[in-house]
């Protein structure tokens, strides 16, 4: 059974360049979120997606960070240009819907490093 | 198998009462967080532990690496601590995180 899968798993670049993070939700799961980890500030929510519809964009990520999901098995997280302080794991979700109700399947994860 | 097994799946609490949620590691971890989720689908940081407890308000948590298992203690319970609860746990050998599956809590009146 398909979780949901994260790629790639490692990215580093340059500052300066564009990169984009790939996320394949569970089959059938119409809510996808986007969140950031770092040891600093926890896991911080970057975009929220319902059936495909953008619900929520978090409000300091808006200005280099731009989420998509051109279909409903597939999203996609660009960051432009990239910092060192963008060095994070980044993580995609997804779950049935309904906020408070479902549980969250989360993909494994990509470790990004910004130089 | 899976590495984070968090219990109960639901819990139903009457207001002024408490209760624990538990998560047990299948392998060493470095460290394990707590989060509520929110109204909007966020999930709030709730707690950071590499060892030991922390307390905040009505909630504590406890973590022991070598016993292998954490834990989220609610007192006092009130409406508003409603919602879906995890855990996740930082593997030794790397710093992804291992997300247990939820604890739905229900305050009652």
């Known amino acids: 059974d398909a979780g949901v899968t994260q790629t790639p798993r490692h990215e580093v670049a340059e500052k300066g360049q564009t990169i984009i993070l790939k996320c394949e939700p569970v089959s059938g799961h119409n809510d996808l979120f986007w969140y950031r980890q770092t040891k600093i500030q926890g896991l911080e929510l970057l975009s929220y997606?319902?059936?495909?519809?953008?619900?929520?964009d978090g409000g300091a990520f808006k200005d280099r960070f731009k989420a998509e999901m051109l279909n409903s098995s597939f999203s996609t997280l660009k960051i432009q240009p990239t910092e060192p302080k963008d060095s994070a794991v980044y993580l995609c979700?997804?779950?049935?819907?309904?906020?408070?109700?479902?549980?969250?399947?989360f993909g494994s994860g990509t470790r990004l490093t910004v130089l | 198998g899976d590495q984070v097994e968090q219990s109960p799946s639901a819990l139903s609490l009457h207001e002024g009462t408490g209760s624990a949620l538990r998560c047990n590691f299948t392998?060493?971890?470095?460290?394990v967080q707590w989060f509520r989720k929110n109204s909007r689908g966020s999930l709030i940081n709730l707690f950071y532990l590499a060892s030991g407890t922390k307390e905040n308000g009505r909630l504590k948590s406890a973590f022991d690496s070598k016993e292998r298992y954490s834990t989220l203690h609610i007192r006092d319970a009130q409406l508003e601590d409603s919602g879906t609860y995890f855990c996740?746990?930082?593997?030794?050998?790397?710093?992804?995180?291992?997300w247990g599956s939820g604890t739905k809590l229900i305050i009652k009146p």
């Open positions: 997606f319902r059936s495909k519809s953008l619900m929520e």
């Open positions: 996740a746990a930082e593997a030794d050998s790397n710093y992804q995180l291992i």
């Open positions: 979700a997804s779950s049935f819907g309904g906020a408070l109700a479902e549980t969250l399947y």
């Open positions: 392998t060493t971890m470095r460290a």
